[in-house]
């Protein structure tokens, strides 16, 4: 079954460093977005990625980016890493922008020490 | 704004009884309103959605209610088994975007 692949599984990070997660979205799907998902609460969108290009962005400073490669791939990048950014990073994958249809990876468990 | 309201935060039931969790919502452009259940260790899975053009969806155990003038729309779960135990978000789309409740922990006792 070719779900989404998320990794690192797990990743510890010094404030003030800098990270960057990896996905692969399920076979057939060419959108991906990025939720975080801290402790005992809902994902929070972070962006999404349609043709390469950032088509939607949630309430996330400029330390967060991302990129999409041409075979639909993504990474997410955070800078300056803040306790606060301690989460889980769950990758979203789609056929389309729409909010119909997606799977999500298991996730990245980021912690910052 | 665009704000997602989820009860109960947690809900016990024993086994065979239903479960029923309730969300609001406040954005009026939601069309699209899907229900995750999320396992220890896991990512959220969709196990069921529901359309604004639609008032009722039914998928074997799991049923959805929507009411778009009162823009709020309920998971109903019967004869809950111990594999139901999960946590359960609810979302609603606006423009391929979803926004999240808080999530609700239901706990099945044999």
């Known amino acids: 079954d070719a779900g989404v692949t998320q990794s690192p599984t797990h990743l510890i990070k010094t404030r003030g460093q800098q990270v960057t997660l990896r996905c692969s979205p399920k076979?057939?799907?060419?959108?991906v977005s990025w939720y975080q998902q801290a402790l005992g609460q809902g994902p929070q969108f972070i962006f999404q990625?349609?043709?390469?290009?950032?088509?939607q962005r949630g309430n996330f400073p400029d330390r967060f980016s991302g990129h999409q490669f041409p075979n639909y791939s993504s990474e997410l990048n955070v800078n300056a890493l803040l306790l606060g950014d301690s989460a889980l990073y769950l990758c979203?994958?789609?056929?389309?922008?729409?909010?119909?249809?997606?799977?999500f990876g298991s996730g990245t468990r980021l912690t910052v020490v | 704004g665009e704000n997602v309201e989820q009860h109960p935060s947690t809900l016990s039931v024993q086994e065979g009884d239903s479960a029923v969790i309730k969300c609001t919502y406040s954005?009026?452009?939601?069309?699209?309103f899907p229900w995750y259940k999320q396992e220890l260790g896991k990512g959220p899975q969709l196990i069921i959605d529901i359309r604004s053009n639609v008032g009722e969806k039914k998928d074997q155990r799991i049923a959805v209610t929507l009411n778009k003038t009162a823009k709020h729309f309920s998971l109903h779960i019967t004869e809950t088994q111990p594999e139901d135990s999960a946590v359960y978000f609810c979302a609603t789309d606006s423009w391929g975007k979803l926004q999240f409740g808080a999530g609700t922990q239901v706990v099945v006792t044999p």
């Open positions: 990625y349609y043709e390469e290009e950032e088509r």
């Open positions: 979203a994958s789609s056929l389309g922008t729409g909010g119909y249809g997606y799977t």
């Open positions: 076979s057939g799907h060419d959108t």
């Open positions: 954005d009026s452009a939601s069309n699209y």
